[in-house]
């Protein structure tokens, strides 16, 4: 079994920054895919961004420029890095990890962007 813990939301104004934290409990993490999904009030969970175990990416439009996502093998974590936040980006950040047919989830940290 693999633990995800998620670190990092807060409370931030508009234009603010905040970095998420996504630390695994096992050593499959450099093997596996990692992500970031969120969820806002009365919506479903969509994708944020990816990075795969070479270190591809990929981002959803709406944070494309404005979001970075790393990951440290080493130390079994994955990062997103949110500039520019907007209210629209206010969500439950959640981490998930996809190791072969084996998918994971945190337990997810919330991001409020206040106007």
């Known amino acids: 079994q693999v633990q995800l813990v998620e670190s990092g939301g807060g409370l931030v104004q508009t234009g603010g920054s905040l970095r998420l934290s996504c630390a695994a409990s096992?050593?499959?993490?450099?093997?596996?895919?990692m992500g970031w999904y969120r969820q806002g009030p009365g919506k479903q969970r969509d994708l944020v961004a990816t990075?795969?175990?070479?270190?591809?990416?990929d981002y959803a439009d709406s944070v494309k420029g404005r979001f970075t996502i790393s990951r440290d093998n080493a130390k079994n974590t994955m990062y997103l890095q949110m500039n520019s936040l907007k209210p629209e980006d206010t969500a439950v950040y959640y981490c998930?990890?996809?190791?072969?047919?084996?998918?994971?989830w945190g337990k997810g940290t919330l991001v409020t962007v206040s106007s």
């Open positions: 096992r050593s499959i993490f450099s093997s596996s895919t």
């Open positions: 998930r990890s996809v190791y072969y047919t084996r998918t994971y």
């Open positions: 990075i795969t175990s070479g270190g591809n990416t």
